[in-house]
């Protein structure tokens, strides 16, 4: 099905285009009281998720509400340790839980490769969405970065330092990369299933890479995030690393199409560092969106000037906060869509 606003395939084709794409990590979430309306009629975050209906209708709800220039399914990165054999609770005000962990030769033995129907509900969702989209906007479909799945995997939950995953990487390295492989494999073919669903593009999200330092993601994440993008070939694959500043190079030497920054990473050393090459994605401070419609309008403005006007995806640089007002939102969409048209 042809695709009615492609401006984001266009950018990550490396086209000019008539202005730069706009969509936000999180978009689909608390800050839109209709997605609580659906929320609070379930009993709890994972209904929501492994409910396919309920799942495309809340992602589609941003398309309608802010007219961002993509949609991404609404799903959840632990889906795949679950589909792995080790389940997790969503506990409400403290995030995620696992009831048992993974601390040794014998908790791995009881695990097993994912296959892509492991996470049917997502992909169900997906045919869903790409039905109701109608070819209005891309759908992205995601999954965790292996490192960061085994953090939770190993820790049991979320955590400021992760010390128990990290420590397993000097106490047990051997299983460290065993289960890392395991993760690996299993996303792989959660991605390629998303992708035979509908899929227009995909995003890894290594959301704990920072609390790594350069020597030990260089042996526990780049090359499992490098087995994922080599498998994937068929769409542009987005890398979003947070906070691992040190590892822009290294991801910018595998075959992703974007590279996503947060907002510590200044977009213009960064482009010095990956190369003329790849897609930027980013990355608005999302603690701006409580400013004053000025301070959003600006800010945003140094941002695009500071990436250009190629090759650049405008997004913030993590996922949009709860408390934050989705009119402030749509200030920064419409400045985006607006600023950078008129620059070009």
């Not at 054999?85 to 490769?113: C, Q």
């Not at 899929?199 to 020597?215: E, K």
Request: glycine share 8%; charged share 25%; aromatic share 8%.
């Amino acid at each position: 099905m042809p695709i009615k606003n492609d401006l984001l395939l266009r950018t990550l084709a490396g086209e000019k285009t008539e202005r730069t794409p706009v969509w936000l990590m999180r978009q689909a979430g608390r800050i839109l009281p209709d997605y609580r309306k659906v929320r609070n009629s379930l009993s709890g975050f994972k209904e929501l998720v492994e409910t396919p209906a309920l799942a495309a209708e809340v992602t589609i709800q941003p398309v309608d509400i802010l007219e961002v220039d993509a949609a991404i399914i609404f799903s959840d990165i632990l889906v795949i340790p679950e589909a792995m054999g080790l389940p997790y609770e969503m506990v409400e005000k403290r995030g995620p839980h696992f009831p048992s962990t993974v601390r040794s030769g014998a908790d791995l033995d009881r695990l097993h490769v994912a296959e892509a129907d492991g996470v049917q509900y997502t992909l169900d969702a997906i045919r869903e969405t790409k039905k109701a989209l109608d070819g209005r906007v891309p759908l992205i479909g995601f999954a965790g970065a292996p490192w960061t799945i085994f953090a939770y995997m190993v820790e049991g939950g979320g955590s400021k330092t992760f010390s128990k995953p990290r420590g397993m990487l000097y106490e047990n390295p051997q299983l460290a990369h065993r289960l890392l492989q395991m993760i690996t494999d299993s996303t792989i073919n959660y991605l390629k299933g998303q992708v035979e669903a509908g899929a227009d593009l995909v995003q890894v999200f290594d959301s704990w890479a920072g609390v790594l330092g350069p020597r030990t993601y260089e042996e526990f994440s780049v090359p499992y995030l490098r087995q994922i993008c080599d498998a994937l070939t068929d769409v542009p694959v987005t890398l979003f690393a947070k906070d691992a500043f040190f590892a822009r190079k290294s991801l910018a030497e595998l075959d992703c199409r974007t590279i996503g920054l947060d907002w510590c990473m200044d977009p213009v050393a960064s482009r010095e560092i990956v190369g003329p090459d790849k897609v930027l994605q980013g990355n608005l401070d999302p603690a701006v969106l409580y400013g004053t419609e000025e301070i959003i309008r600006e800010e945003t403005r140094k941002m695009l000037d500071a990436f250009g006007p190629v090759k650049h995806i405008a997004n913030l640089g993590h996922g949009v906060y709860p408390d934050i007002d989705p009119e402030k939102v749509k200030i920064f969409i419409d400045e985006v869509k607006s600023y950078s048209s008129a620059s070009r």
